[in-house]
């Protein structure tokens, strides 16, 4: 379970992260979604957007995340499995969970920005108060070393 470890390590420290998906025809669609948290080997992420990967998972529900170490230049794919949550108790817990990440976002993005010489516009924050939770158990992991190597685990 070291490729899993180390791939879930690297993965709390980003923001977004790229969520592959397929429609019935098979047609790949990629697009960024916003990390809320990792339970063990599940992972939540924020899709406010909900259009085409949503409509492919509930056709597919399944997904590939992809990403890259950038202190290692290890890059990491994890394959998971969906469930689309958009309202419960799960929902509930995940949006006071996402309004403490918005706030905590638009802190760090202010203060670059302030820092950066930026105007207000450039890192004021206006998401959606409509979205859907994707929760997603992990069932496969890759690691891919700067030199090619790929070193896979199944849990």
């Known amino acids: 379970m070291r490729v899993i470890a180390a791939a879930l390590k690297a993965l709390k420290v980003r923001e ?4 592959a998906t397929v429609d019935l025809e ?9 990390l809320l948290k990792i339970d063990g080997n599940t992972v939540y992420f924020v899709d406010y957007s909900i259009g085409r990967t949503s409509e492919n998972l509930h056709i597919h529900p399944e997904v ?3 990403f890259i170490d950038m ?3 290890v890059g990491y794919r994890l394959n998971g499995t969906v469930e689309i949550i958009g309202k419960g108790k799960i929902f509930e817990e995940c949006l006071e969970e996402l309004h403490e990440k ?3 976002l ?9 820092h950066d010489g930026k105007l207000y516009k450039d890192f004021e924050l206006e998401l959606s108060e409509r979205f859907l939770v994707y929760k997603i158990v992990i069932v496969e992991a890759s690691e891919i070393s700067p030199r ?8």
């Open 102 to 104: 918005e706030i905590k």
């Open 16 to 19: 977004f992260v790229s969520v």
């Open 26 to 34: 098979g047609r790949p669609n990629c697009a960024p979604k916003l």
């Open 71 to 73: 202190d290692s230049l």
């Open 106 to 114: 638009s802190v760090e993005r202010v203060i670059k920005g302030v």
């Open 64 to 66: 590939s995340l992809s």
């Open 148 to 155: 090619g190597a790929i070193n896979r685990e199944n849990i």
